[in-house]
């Protein structure tokens, strides 16, 4: 004899133990395989290819804590949030989606006219968002949701410079641009 429950939902078909007072869910997030899925700060399950786990002894009509680790997320990865609270019915289940989605970044070396970096603490800002970031050791700035053609604005001391940056659209979404020429005043 067999004991046991089979199901389906949102396209993940799962064979568990039975389900009986219990509840359980399917989180999904994103296409990410190996994402590990945490049910009260204990892991439970594993995202498959599609990016679904099924997390199963969810205690039904109490807030169950379903979490995500974001250091296990690629770096071209934005994610809504880590934490998802979850209250089902008995002997149900329900979807979770922690909602994720890819981001083109760039690690950008930038360099004055005379071939020196730009110093540390300078501060990028992209034309589109007015996002600000800071230009690290040897020139490095990390620059993040960027499009295939960007404006940039560098800031340092009493010096600035505006540039165009360029990115090659058949590439991935992380790659290392530069070193690009800021000339001051431009």
Same mark, same amino acid.
């Not at 997030?29 to 190996?34: I, S, T």
């Not at 990390?142 to 295939?148: A, E, H, W």
């Given at each position: 004899g067999a004991d046991g429950?089979?199901?389906?939902?949102?396209?993940?078909?799962?064979?568990?133990?039975?389900?009986?007072?219990?509840?359980?869910?399917?989180?999904?997030?994103?296409?990410?395989? =190996?994402?590990?899925?945490?049910?009260?700060n204990q892991l439970?399950?594993?995202t498959?290819?599609?990016?679904?786990?099924?997390?199963?002894?969810?205690?039904?009509?109490?807030?169950?804590?379903?979490?995500v680790n974001p250091d296990q997320l690629p770096?071209?990865?934005?994610?809504?949030?880590?934490t998802e609270a979850v209250v089902p019915?008995?002997?149900? =289940?329900?979807?979770?989606?922690?909602?994720v989605r890819r981001s083109r970044n760039a690690l950008v070396i930038l360099h004055q006219a005379d071939g020196n970096p730009?110093?540390?603490?300078?501060?990028?800002?992209?034309?589109?968002?007015n996002e600000e970031y800071i230009v690290a050791k040897r020139g490095e700035?990390?620059?993040?949701?960027?499009?295939?053609d960007n404006r940039i604005d560098v800031r340092w001391?009493?010096?600035?410079?505006?540039?165009p940056l360029a990115l090659d659209p058949t590439k991935g979404s992380e790659m290392q641009v530069g070193p690009l020429i800021c000339e001051s005043g431009h």
């Open positions: 429950s089979i199901g389906w939902l949102e396209g993940l078909p799962f064979a568990t133990r039975r389900i009986d007072q219990g509840a359980f869910a399917v989180v999904h997030v994103g296409d990410l395989e =190996g994402v590990e899925v945490a049910r009260s439970v399950a594993t498959n290819s599609r990016g679904l786990a099924l997390v199963p002894g969810l205690l039904p009509y109490q807030k169950n804590i379903l979490t770096f071209d990865i934005n994610i809504g949030g880590v019915y008995a002997r149900s =289940g329900v979807t979770v989606n922690f909602p730009v110093p540390p603490g300078a501060r990028v800002t992209m034309s589109r968002s700035v990390y620059l993040m949701d960027l499009q295939d001391k009493d010096e600035h410079c505006s540039l």
